[in-house]
């Protein structure tokens, strides 16, 4: 009876205390949304096409499809989306309905959290610091990566390309942006950080609708398991009009893109769009 006293006793201090820890990391990600927030202040200026007069054509082109002229340059944005994610591979993806809701602000972070089933949990890049957190039926710590410097400079590369999905004003001239041209359709912004470094290429239509985006990523979602640079990209379409952003609202990406073995495990259909700034002018 006393054996059975003090098993019971340590299997609620056990919950218990994964709960408490299971709610830290929801504070400290409500913390991170925060501070990016408070980061990047209200609008600044309009947006002018005199802005991009020096930037490469496909460039020139992206902005005047996204942006129209007289709106405000809003570089934070919050999201909501509904969608799928793979948890598998090409050869057998093991998809699962996901929705999530995440803040971006290139080039200063994002935090996006996630339920996928019985799997919730975060990513996100912020305040000097990165992590990946997952919990199975929010009790269970499943992955827990964070305080790592591979893990940090492939967070960077998440957050420059989706910036150039989903903030394009985020690559607008300035002391963190830099452009140059590779053909007649595609451009590559670097966006800087810090220490930390990434090339975005941004393919476009004739309209300047960008067709796909893709980088080489910090990675080690590769057979040998081991960290370097390798292929992330992924495809944009439907594209909505939301505070004169014109903007995509499904997404498709994934590790290894442009080669045989690309797997789009990250496919999302935007619900909401929110800009922070708007109400902040």
């Not at 006293?5 to 990600?29: A, K």
């Not at 989306?81 to 598998?88: C, D, E, H, I, Q």
């Not at 992590?131 to 964070?146: A, D, G, I, Q, Y």
């Not at 903007?247 to 990250?266: I, K, Q, R, W």
């Amino acid at each position: 009876m006393k054996i059975s006293f003090v098993i019971i006793v340590i299997l609620v201090s056990v919950v218990i205390s994964l709960g408490i820890w299971r709610l830290l990391d929801l504070i400290r990600n409500n913390a991170a949304a925060g501070k990016l927030k408070a980061s990047v202040g209200g609008a600044r200026n309009d947006f002018e096409p005199a802005l991009i007069l020096d930037l490469p054509e496909p460039a020139q082109r992206y902005f005047k499809f996204t942006i129209k002229p007289g709106t405000p340059i809003y570089i934070i944005v919050e999201l909501s989306m509904t969608g799928k994610l793979g948890f598998g591979d090409k050869h057998t993806p093991n998809y699962r309905a996901m929705k999530a809701k995440q803040i971006l602000a290139p080039p200063h972070g994002l935090v996006w959290r996630v339920n996928a089933g019985p799997i919730s949990g975060s990513d996100g890049f912020a305040d000097g610091r990165s992590w990946t957190r997952f919990w199975l039926f929010n009790l269970l710590p499943v992955v827990r990566v964070e305080n790592n410097a591979d893990h940090y400079r492939s967070a960077f590369g998440r957050v420059a390309a989706e910036g150039a999905f989903w903030v394009p004003a985020s690559l607008l001239p300035s002391d963190h942006v830099e452009w140059t041209a590779i053909d007649a359709n595609t451009a590559r912004a670097t966006l800087s950080y810090g220490d930390l470094r990434q090339d975005v290429e941004i393919t476009v239509d004739e309209e300047g609708r960008p067709s796909q985006i893709s980088i080489q990523r910090w990675s080690n979602e590769n057979a040998q398991k081991i960290f370097k640079e390798q292929p992330f990209g992924g495809r944009l379409s439907n594209f909505q009009e939301i505070d004169g952003y014109c903007l995509p609202a499904h997404v498709e990406g994934g590790n290894l893109f442009g080669t045989d073995e690309y797997f789009p495990f990250f496919v999302a259909d935007i619900n909401q769009v929110h800009f922070p700034q708007k109400g902040a002018q």
